[in-house]
């Protein structure tokens, strides 16, 4: 058994007074990434955060809004996000306390200050990302714009339909009109008349209940009629409106099943990761953020990325023309009907049939017919030939609604399928007129990419997507913990996100910064 002047002794004695007392910067190793974050943040410019406030009247000084948004980011660095929790760490962990001096923030204080500064915020990540653009840690040329599903602030199980919420109304109403007539019977009995001035605690409640319903009432026949423009039956399949957060939408969770969701976008620099925009829709599909984001980014940094990397979700022809128009390279997966070089389509003379033995090798669509591909468009005569040789004469326009714009088809038919050997392979059974091939005004530009994409530069890197857009949301989701937002409405959880992703590069430039002074002390040492 081990004597008692065997174990280490206490390096302070709790009650005995210490000659020479430490200081407060002794508690925290020189080293400590803490101290990076309160000089990047010491750098930066605290004048639009600084404008929200008042004159200053009576009471205590308030707390300088540099230190509320320090605590908040080096909070999200260490995964901390609940106000409370930051709360506690100001008050029992030592980098906390070192940041902030000693500063005691209570919960409500920055839960406050996290939704009021919104502007300044949007500010605070744009210098952050000039500084990183300064240093060449932003380079612009290739970036990727990605989308994910977060969770709302609302289970899944709270979410009504339209007939649930016109249910609900009318219980309420009659248990309005019911509280009513005994308040009224109250006053006549009490002074003789039933007309009180302002309607008791208890029916005031009700009234806010029921413009409340009539509001998520509203949104869910909005959304309904939104599905039967795109051909979905809502009273067989209706829509559903959250009722904690009206703001979110149920959507598919990508770990399965459908919950109340918003999804968050973010578009990241290729070079070092650092996210150069970011915003939140409540739409299933985040394409139409693509070319805003595009924008923002040029309004952040003044200049515009060169190349825009993304997914198939978002590579439609309306897109694909605003990122030329806008003279940058476009990289997604298309769907061309132009023949590539190794489809026996792909021939010098299309009025010429392709070969007997090549027939087999023609592409097929998912129905197993002849695809697009295997048809040659003319534009000289305006008409498309099929694998046969024999033209296809345009016959008619029909428009169709894509992503919220009306778009013109013009669709072209062949007159020769009757006792064509590629009948059976070209036609459906239900097709008793002839092949048809649709074009629309973004085939050219869809061909562009799809050309670009099939060289061996645009493949080496477009294999870069996936590391630059995921990993962004892996750290966000995996470090800083933000798998479902703790603020409600669509303004706030766009603002809670864009906290996220300002302390998601404030971190990733303290890194970088610490890696350049240390190549730099090595380089020195070395010299």
Not at 94 to 101: K, N, P, S, V, Y
Not at 151 to 176: H, I, M, V, W
Request: hydrophobic letters at 35%; proline letters at 5%; a neutral charge.
């Amino acid at each position: 058994m081990a004597t008692e002047g065997y174990w280490a002794e206490a390096p302070l004695d709790r009650q005995r007074v210490p000659l020479f007392a430490r200081t407060l910067d002794a508690t925290i190793a020189e080293d400590d990434c803490v101290r990076l974050f309160d000089e990047v943040l010491g750098a930066v410019d605290w004048s639009p955060w600084e404008a929200e406030f008042g004159a200053r009247g009576r009471g205590q000084p308030p707390i300088h809004p540099r230190h509320l948004a320090a605590a908040i980011l080096y909070g999200l660095y260490r995964g901390i996000r609940s106000s409370r929790k930051l709360e506690e760490a100001c008050v029992y962990r030592l980098d906390f306390i070192w940041l902030l001096e000693g500063r005691r923030l209570d919960h409500s204080t920055l839960a406050k200050f996290r939704t009021r500064f919104r502007e300044p915020l949007k500010d605070l990540f744009r210098q952050l990302g000039r500084i990183a653009l300064t240093v060449g840690l932003v380079r612009l040329g290739e970036v990727a714009f990605d989308g994910t599903r977060v969770k709302a602030s609302n289970s899944r199980f709270q979410t009504r339909t339209a007939k649930t919420l016109e249910a609900k109304l009318q219980a309420l109403d009659a248990l309005y009109e019911h509280l009513l007539a005994e308040s009224e019977l109250q006053d006549i009995e009490q002074v003789g008349s039933g007309s009180p001035t302002r309607l008791p605690e208890e029916l005031a409640a009700l009234e806010q209940r029921r413009e409340k319903l009539l509001d998520a009432l509203d949104q869910v026949h909005a959304a309904d009629e939104a599905r039967r423009q795109q051909g979905v039956n809502p009273e067989k399949n209706p829509a559903q409106i959250p009722t904690t957060d009206p703001d979110a939408r149920v959507m598919p969770n990508k770990e399965g099943g459908y919950a109340p969701n918003y999804t968050p976008v973010a578009t990241t620099d290729g070079h070092r990761g650092f996210i150069v925009d970011c915003e939140v829709t409540a739409e299933v599909n985040e394409g139409p953020q693509a070319v805003a984001s595009v924008d923002r980014i040029e309004e952040t940094f003044g200049q515009k990325p060169e190349r825009v990397l993304t997914d198939t979700g978002n590579n439609s022809g309306q897109i694909q023309a605003a990122m030329e128009g806008r003279g940058i390279e476009f990289y997604a997966p298309v769907e061309c009907g132009v023949p590539q070089s190794g489809n026996p389509a792909y021939r010098e003379d299309p009025t010429q049939a392709v070969t007997p033995e090549q027939q087999s090798e023609l592409p097929r669509n998912d129905r197993g017919q002849l695809d697009k591909s295997c048809f040659v468009y003319d534009a000289a005569h305006d008409q498309y030939y099929c694998p046969q040789g024999h033209a296809m004469p345009f016959e008619k326009t029909k428009s169709d609604e894509r992503g919220g714009e009306r778009v013109t088809k013009r669709i072209y038919r062949c007159q020769h399928c009757v006792g064509c050997p590629l009948a059976q392979a070209c036609l459906s059974q239900k097709n008793q007129h002839g092949r048809t091939v649709t074009r629309d005004e973004y085939e050219e530009v869809r061909a562009r990419t799809a050309s670009r994409m099939a060289t061996e530069a645009g493949r080496k890197l477009y294999n870069q997507r996936p590391h630059i857009a995921e990993t962004t949301f892996g750290l966000l989701k995996r470090v800083m913990g933000l798998r479902q937002f703790l603020l409600r409405g669509l303004e706030k959880v766009k603002t809670e996100w864009r906290w996220a992703c300002t302390g998601f590069n404030l971190a990733k430039l303290v890194r970088e910064i610490a890696r350049l002074r240390a190549e730099l002390t090595q380089l020195a040492t070395e010299g």
